[in-house]
């Protein structure tokens, strides 16, 4: 059972989360605009990373709320978390990849 | 007093005599014995039968690395734990113990005949041979196979204890309180930090609870050790568990331990759990799980009688039990001279100690040759004897591939060693990888993935006072990591300190091909000729061939046979050992009970049961209850024994005529609040909310983003800010949180706020053309008609005298109302209103007729008309759809061309040309008729019901083009023939909704 590190309540048992998928996957601000390819690729198409994976967790028995976190998929270690709307962290101590 | 037990020594209680039975045969032992060293000391060798071939086995080890002997424990008819090692057993007064995987009796079992065949089993023999009739394998081979291949039975009583689970954190966990474990514990805790020190024994020691030549400190070493428990005892950071295993590594420092409270009680107090599963985070670990001793490999190495040489000392030195009476010490480890000098000097007959190494030389041999023990080198086991038990050996000497002075030697016990295996099981699990040290023979603990270090035996640390050190060290390690300050202090130690170097690998015989079988895994009967196979039949890896052998896969997880069967394979494919690598570590480490697991998920509270405020009146009411996700919801209200059938037949006669009262509480509820409420719902939902009103309702649909209907309810302004918004039962979690995702990640912008208040409200329907005359008396500050609150209409005011929110709302087509009260209200307002409607005629009614009522009227159920896969074009629900709106969630997907597509599977409605006859849900619908299979579906029906009001039976379907094809004759193909059916519109009841707006 994974450590997550809430950025709101701190670390807490993998128990009280939910995953949420890859971040930064940004809706169209005016979906009516953007052609087919493009809202395929909004909807459907997501990287499938081995090493670090930015990628969303709803701390959904605590308080409720999405957050962001960086995660290496090879060892399960989180390197990061952050509040959602923040810009992925650029470098990052102990990021190997 | 038998010959076994020796007058003195052993940490056993020789004034308390404890009686026991093992196969119904009554024995006498001393508190502290183990069901093992009890039996041991009354002369008993046999301990069961081995897994394949029956044959006949007594103790290997003394602890939990034990293979053979496996045996049921009884204590009723729920409470009978088969498969436990009798070395692990502590036995009490009245202990029943049998033995397992054999009939009648243990000394003779007609299944040994397997034995004689062996010959023809060999590695993979059972997917060889029964292969044909392909159906017979179920019916007749598994059965019989599975019968003659096992382990102990399952009880068949439910099991009556109780089991409890807790959650811990600490800031160093310590696994194994040997001693390494002990000095860890002891240096991290004296920092203050919070420790947790496991053992799987009765009693923290480990080695140290053979140790009698040491000296620690200048003490004695049972006198060091009794210090430093009662230490560690008077720390109140210290947490001491004993008979409690870390079985499993988990993520993150997650560590899993199972600790045994009662089994080895006579008499648990009732209450007590039987086991308590821990779930311990640790800031960091130390792992201090010692090292597990090697069999050697040679023929007939299994005959009751055979054992490890530490399992020779653990006997003596804890439970003063001699294993024989004239002793054979085969061994190619200096460490094993220890137990032939212990039990030499105990006053055991010790015949020999052959060394199977070229040379056995060094302070080991010498003290051996000093004591006056005949010594001889280059030895090598061609064969033992003995039907039940160890009666002789053959020995030789092996001189260039030669064997030389064959001689048999008569004795009963023979103690072996290969050397010792570190205990890197958790560490393994850790995610941490392995390499392999040349110089110490074994697989050490090298890159690591979590916060832990291994210390002791376990990294291949030997000689006493280096392992203490080793303990001490990582214990201050791990503390200065947990952010203490803590502070090394050497441990002065002086003890017999043997190699503990070895041979992995089967003896040589010196090109001779043996008669009987040399045991590689015990406990899953596989022999060298076994994996021989493997490798000459073509398998290279390792994790094949330990399936395809079944190596290494019994219960033991191969603790004493996996480096064995790793150096066999490595010879037989004539590669270096490390090259062909270890196979995988698995929790857990010993089995653990399923009971332990499950902890307090048993009964009633395996899953949580939501009921609604009136379901206590249903229950005294006769209601029949269906589960509609975690909530017991009344299906129907039968009378007088009537049928489902009729009964719901009559609810639904009585909503159309007269009026009926339906509980409609688990209606998921969530109040949206704040200035962008309404902004926020028409992006969320299809339909447009800024033009609602306030006290008025609208009929809402939610898609996800890919355009298809998700969720549906009606959503109510009740304030200029503030919106009812209801979902579908089963849907109320999924819709908060799609609505908290759009809120929190796409618009954070928006000032709009989500509560959940499904539980808040008690939900009462009252449905039918005499609801409002029911409802009106009870009612004052709202005015009920149809002028002042039309169909969709929501007002705040009283009812009975408590507050209430009235929605007009109809999921029957009737006049409706849903009274909407705060839930501790829920149980009088239903009351009031049946009193009320009496006079009326008032019915209560549940889910099955709600059903048919809404099917009537052409309603869908989101999750039964629709699927994922259904766009509200398809559900005749266009309407809903605010045209004129920027932006909904769903709303670019929907403008895809296909989703407009003539052939799209629309909502129709299906009139049997029979009426009599009630279609089946989710039959398939076809164009032709008596035609075979492959045919082409071009639809399926997703509600069937016979309506009593309508005469006859109704069906909603989802058929390619269904709207085009009104009138049409389709037929939905059964079993038993074709059902011609027309298309219809989906709504047979009152279609212009004069009865709805009445």
Redesign the interface.
């Known amino acids: 059972m994974l450590l997550i590190d809430c950025p709101y309540c701190g670390p807490r048992p993998e128990l009280e989360f939910s995953y949420a998928g890859q971040a930064h996957v940004v809706r169209p601000a005016d979906p009516s605009a953007v052609d087919a390819d493009a809202w395929a690729g909004y909807l459907y198409l997501r990287a499938n990373t081995r090493g670090v994976h930015a990628e969303r967790w709803r701390h959904t028995h605590g308080c409720a709320r999405f957050f962001n976190a960086l995660r290496d998929t090879t060892s399960d270690r989180f390197l990061v978390t952050y509040r959602s709307g923040e810009p992925r962290p650029a470098s990052l101590p102990g990021d190997e990849t | 007093m038998s010959p076994y037990r020796l007058a003195s020594g052993g940490r056993i209680d020789r004034a308390r005599q404890v009686g026991f039975t093992f196969d119904g045969r009554r024995y006498a032992g001393f508190a502290g014995d183990t069901l093992a060293s009890a039996l041991l000391a009354n002369g008993v060798r046999l301990f069961g039968r081995s897994f394949k071939y029956h044959r006949p086995r007594g103790l290997l080890g003394a602890g939990s690395e034990e293979p053979n002997a496996l045996v049921s424990v009884v204590r009723d008819a729920g409470r009978c734990t088969p498969n436990v090692r009798a070395t692990q057993v502590e036995i009490y007064e009245g202990l029943v113990a049998e033995s397992q995987n054999r009939w009648p009796v243990l000394a003779f079992d007609i299944m040994a005949l397997n034995d004689l065949f062996a010959p023809l089993m060999p590695a993979a023999f059972y997917y060889k041979t029964f292969m044909w009739p392909r159906s017979a394998w179920h019916r007749w081979y598994e059965p019989v196979i599975r019968r003659a291949a096992g382990l102990g039975r399952a009880p068949s009583a439910p099991d009556p204890d109780r089991y409890a689970q807790r ?1 811990a954190h600490c800031d160093v966990l310590v696994v194994g309180a040997g001693p390494a474990g002990l000095a860890a514990a002891l240096a991290a805790s004296a920092s203050g930090a919070r420790v947790m020190l496991c053992d799987e024994q009765p009693e923290p020691g480990g080695s140290l609870l053979d140790e009698h030549a040491a000296t620690i400190d200048g003490q004695p070493a049972q006198r060091w050790l009794s210090v430093a428990i009662a230490t560690l005892a008077t720390r109140p950071n210290v947490t001491l568990l004993k008979r409690t295993t870390a079985f499993g590594y ?5 560590v899993g331990l199972c600790e045994r409270l009662t089994d080895h009680l006579a008499a648990p107090l009732t209450g007590t759990p039987r086991e308590r599963l821990w ?1 311990v ?1 640790a800031r960091e670990v130390v792992i201090a799980t010692g090292a597990v001793e090697r069999p050697l490999v040679f023929p007939g190495n299994d005959r009751p009688g055979v054992m490890l040489a530490s399992a020779g000392s653990t006997y003596l030195h804890r439970y003063g039990v001699s294993v024989g009476s004239r002793i054979v010490v085969v061994t190619g480890c200096d460490a094993a001279y220890a137990a032939a000098l212990d039990l030499h000097t105990a006053g055991a007959t010790v015949a020999l100690v052959a060394d199977v190494r070229d040379t056995a030389a060094g302070a080991a041999p010498a003290a051996a040759r000093e004591a006056g023990l005949e010594v001889v080198e280059r030895a090598t086991v061609l064969g033992t004897s003995g039907r039940l038990g160890l009666r002789s050996i053959e020995l030789g000497s092996l001189v260039d591939g030669t064997i030389l002075n064959r001689r048999t030697i008569a004795c009963d016990a023979l103690l072996m060693s290969g050397g010792y295996t570190p205990s890197v099981h958790l560490f393994s699990q850790s ?1 941490g990888k392995l390499a392999w040290d040349a110089a110490r023979q074994a697989f050490l603990p090298d890159r690591h ?1 979590e916060r832990e270090r291994s210390a002791g035996a376990c990294r291949g640390v030997d000689g006493l006072e280096s392992v203490l050190a080793d303990g001490a060290q990582a214990g201050v390690t791990a503390a200065r990591a947990a952010d203490r300050d803590a502070e090394w202090q050497p441990i002065r130690a002086a003890a017999r300190d043997f190699n503990a170097l070895g041979v992995p690998g089967a003896l040589r015989q010196g090109g001779r091909q043996a008669r009987s079988r040399a045991f590689v895994d015990f406990q899953n009967d596989v022999t060298t000729k076994d994996l021989a196979l493997a490798a000459r039949e073509g398998f290279v890896s390792i994790e094949h061939i330990k399936r395809y052998t079944t190596a290494g896969m019994a219960t033991d997880q191969g603790k004493t046979s996996n480096m064995n069967a790793l150096a066999i394979v490595a010879d037989g494919l004539a590669r270096p050992l490390p090259d062909v690598g270890l196979t995988t570590f698995r929790m857990p480490y010993t089995p653990v009970s399923f009971g332990a697991l499950a902890g307090y998920d048993r009964g009633d509270l395996f899953d949580p049961v939501r009921t609604t405020p009136t379901h206590e009146w249903a229950r005294r009411h006769g209601a029949v209850f269906e589960d509609v996700g975690q909530w017991k919801r009344a299906r129907y209200f039968p009378r007088d024994g009537e049928s489902m059938h009729l009964a719901v037949a009559r609810e639904c006669r009585a909503v159309r005529a007269a009026c009926g009262i339906f509980d409609a509480s688990t209606l998921g509820k969530i109040e949206v609040v704040g200035p962008d409420a309404a902004a926020f719902l028409s992006r969320m939902y299809v339909n447009d909310f800024a033009s609602l009103a306030v006290g008025r309702c609208r009929y809402g649909i939610l898609l996800r ?2 355009g298809f209907i998700c969720d549906d309810g009606v959503i109510a302004r009740v304030g200029y800010d503030r919106f009812h918004v209801t979902t579908t039962t089963g849907g109320a979690g999924r819709v908060l ?1 799609l609505m ?2 759009y809120l ?3 618009w ?1 912008d928006l000032r709009a706020w989500l509560t959940s208040t499904t539980e808040q409200w008690a939900v009462v329907a009252v449905q039918g053309p005499k609801s409002r005359e029911v409802l009106a008396p009870l009612i004052t500050d709202v005015d009920l008609s149809a002028a002042a609150l039309p169909h969709l209409a929501v007002r705040d005011g009283r009812i009975c005298g408590v507050p209430m929110r009235l929605f007009r709302v109809s999921f029957t087509g009737e006049l409706g109302f849903e009274v909407n009260v705060p839930a501790d209200y829920g149980p009088s307002v239903w009351e009031a209103v049946c009193s009320a409607g009496r006079e009326s005629g008032i019915t209560p009614y549940g889910t099955e007729t709600m059903h048919v009522l809404r099917a009537e009227k052409g309603y869908i159920i989101v999750g039964q008309e629709t699927d994922g896969t259904v766009t509200p074009y398809d559900a005749g629900l266009g309407w809903a759809i605010g045209r004129n709106k ?2 909904f969630v769903g ?3 929907l ?2 061309p296909a989703m407009h597509a003539a052939d799209r599977r629309q909502l129709v409605g299906l009139s049997t040309v029979d009426p009599a006859v009630v279609l089946e849900e989710g039959a398939q619908v076809v164009e032709q008729p008596a035609r075979a299979p492959p045919m082409r579906l071009i639809g399926h029906v997703t509600s069937s019901y016979s309506s009593a009001v309508l005469g006859r039976s109704i069906a909603l379907a989802l058929v390619e083009g269904g709207r085009s094809r009104t009138g049409q004759t389709l037929y939905v193909p059964m079993p038993h023939g074709d059902i011609p059916v027309t298309v219809t519109q989906p709504v047979f009841y009152d279609a212009e909704g004069t009865r709805l707006h009445a």
């Open positions: 959650f988990f993520p993150h420092n997650l779930q985070r995610r993935a983003d890919d949180s908290e995702d929190q990640t796409e954070p920027a932006d709303k670019r997907s403008a895809r």
